[in-house]
């Protein structure tokens, strides 16, 4: 077992109180006090670890120095800071003539990424505004090439009329594209707040966030025209939080500052983001990849639903126990959702595939309600242990007809996922009607029955 399960943990209350890894209090000094505006040079980040707010303040600058010689507005006029701030924000949402990107909200997962994107966006804006006191040089230049970020017109009018100097816009372009690619860096993570980033002192690295632009285009590129998948959110993660690290099979990884796991397993809602932890999960390796235990689920070996003569077999009440372990060779990690019932019999339980389960399963929303339903298929139910301890190897794949399987807690749920064949699995609560979580998935082959996952005690 590893020595990041024996001390103080990271726990996750809606799963039993699942640990995580080995709590650690990462601190992000952000540019420390050392100046982003240097005569002569480009503006840039100093090295260091920065939260997307120490981010924001570190811009500041070059907003401030924008400010200074745009000086106070006519009598009756928006100041100038709020007209700047006013369309920065335009250039983050995403239903603006401004709009730095458009999202087409035209399936789920698209429409999980625009919602994460205006979210992400007013942060910045709120960070943006609560900044005070900042040190800046008026005497600083730089050249920024153009972004194709807009303006507004009544911005335009400001930045090219006569209170504005030929070098403002060149500052400001700079303050504008800063905060934009910083908005979609942190795309991927449901708690965006707490991403620890890190910058580094190599030589030939862009300044600032500009080091993101060819992640974050093919990142975007993707969402423009694919569905959006957990590879390229952790793919683009990873070029953020942990460039020299492969995205090859990757579930989720372990950085200096941290590690990052999708998002359902440490408390989140999202099968497709992803979840920064502070914590030290593999304290064999500073940082690491974990892979997907099967790269290719089509070809993994398959197993029967357990007969119910098994299911009763050793099935004691009591709390279930509930670990997540790091397993395998150094250069090929994996985790494991280990469950150990109160007789002592553990099920392991890769969370690659449980990560893959769980992303395309269906999840049918409802009213309540415990009249009867009328079922034509033949239903046999079984118990969540039955499943992760008497199936036998490989994924189960279910014998014909539906086959409803009891999961009293989320964690159940979870191991489930990644123990079933993931296809045309339907997740309810307990009080949701059979029929509809029936007419949640679709009808099975005719040797192929189907599996339903109920969740609740």
């Given at each position: 077992m590893s020595p990041a399960l024996v001390e103080k943990q990271v726990e996750i209350p809606e799963l039993g109180n699942l640990p995580i890894g080995r709590a650690k209090d990462f601190k992000p000094k952000g540019s420390n006090g050392k100046p982003t505006l240097i005569k002569g040079k480009p503006w840039g980040l100093p090295a260091g670890t920065y939260t997307p707010r120490q981010i924001v303040e570190a811009n500041a600058p070059l907003l401030e120095t924008v400010l200074h010689h745009l000086g106070p507005s006519p009598f009756g006029e928006p100041s100038a800071r709020d007209q700047l701030i006013d369309n920065l924000a335009s250039n983050l949402a995403l239903n603006t003539r401004e709009s730095s990107i458009a999202i087409p909200a035209n399936d789920p997962s698209r429409v999980e990424l625009a919602t994460?994107?205006?979210?992400?966006?007013?942060?910045?804006?709120?960070?943006?505004?609560?900044?005070?006191?900042?040190?800046?040089?008026?005497?600083?230049?730089?050249?920024?090439?153009?972004?194709?970020?807009?303006?507004?017109?009544?911005?335009?009018?400001?930045?090219?009329?006569?209170?504005?100097?030929?070098?403002?816009?060149?500052?400001?372009?700079?303050?504008?594209?800063?905060?934009?690619?910083?908005?979609?860096?942190?795309?991927?993570?449901?708690?965006?707040?707490?991403?620890?980033?890190?910058?580094?002192?190599?030589p030939r690295r862009k300044i600032g966030m500009r080091h993101t632009e060819d992640a974050r285009s093919v990142f975007l590129a993707e969402a423009m025209t694919k569905?959006?998948?957990?590879?390229?959110?952790?793919?683009?993660?990873?070029?953020?939080?942990?460039?020299?690290?492969?995205?090859?099979?990757?579930?989720?990884?372990?950085?200096?500052?941290?590690?990052?796991?999708?998002?359902?397993?440490?408390?989140?809602?999202?099968?497709?983001?992803?979840?920064?932890?502070?914590?030290?999960?593999?304290?064999?390796?500073?940082?690491?990849?974990?892979?997907?235990?099967?790269?290719?689920?089509?070809?993994?070996?398959?197993?029967?639903?357990?007969?119910?003569?098994?299911?009763?077999?050793?099935?004691?009440?009591?709390?279930?126990?509930?670990?997540?372990?790091?397993?395998?060779?150094?250069?090929?990690?994996?985790?494991?959702?280990?469950?150990?019932?109160?007789?002592?019999?553990?099920?392991?339980?890769?969370?690659?595939?449980?990560?893959?389960?769980?992303?395309?399963?269906?999840?049918?929303?409802?009213?309540?309600?415990?009249?009867?339903?009328?079922?034509?298929?033949?239903?046999?139910?079984?118990?969540?242990?039955?499943?992760?301890?008497?199936?036998?190897?490989?994924?189960?794949m279910p014998t014909k007809g539906v086959h409803v399987v009891q999961a009293e807690t989320k964690i159940e749920l979870f191991a489930l996922l990644g123990k079933i064949y993931p296809d045309n699995v339907v997740v309810k609560e307990k009080a949701l009607p059979l029929g509809v979580a029936l007419n949640a998935g679709v009808e099975g082959l005719p040797d192929i029955g189907r599996f339903i996952i109920e969740v609740g005690k």
């Open positions: 994460q994107a205006i979210k992400i966006g007013k942060k910045l804006i709120e960070y943006a505004k609560d900044v005070s006191d900042v040190s800046y040089d008026p005497g600083y230049v730089v050249r920024s090439p153009c972004e194709g970020h807009l303006l507004k017109p009544h911005v335009a009018g400001l930045m090219f009329g006569p209170r504005s100097l030929r070098h403002l816009m060149q500052i400001y372009n700079e303050y504008l594209h800063q905060m934009v690619l910083l908005r979609d860096a942190l795309l991927p993570f449901e708690n965006f707040e707490e991403v620890i980033i890190p910058i580094t002192e190599e569905q959006i998948t957990q590879r390229s959110t952790i793919k683009a993660a990873q070029s953020l939080l942990a460039p020299h690290l492969s995205p090859v099979n990757s579930i989720g990884f372990q950085y200096k500052s941290g590690t990052v796991l999708p998002a359902y397993i440490a408390g989140g809602k999202s099968g497709r983001l992803l979840k920064y932890i502070p914590a030290v999960v593999d304290d064999s390796n500073e940082e690491v990849v974990f892979h997907n235990n099967l790269l290719d689920y089509y070809i993994a070996p398959r197993s029967d639903v357990p007969s119910a003569d098994k299911e009763a077999a050793g099935e004691k009440s009591g709390e279930l126990g509930v670990t997540l372990v790091p397993e395998g060779e150094a250069n090929d990690r994996t985790l494991a959702i280990v469950l150990e019932y109160p007789d002592g019999a553990q099920s392991k339980v890769d969370l690659g595939q449980s990560a893959r389960g769980y992303r395309y399963a269906h999840f049918p929303r409802g009213k309540n309600s415990t009249g009867a339903v009328n079922v034509s298929e033949d239903v046999q139910v079984h118990s969540a242990r039955s499943l992760l301890l008497e199936s036998g190897p490989g994924l189960v």
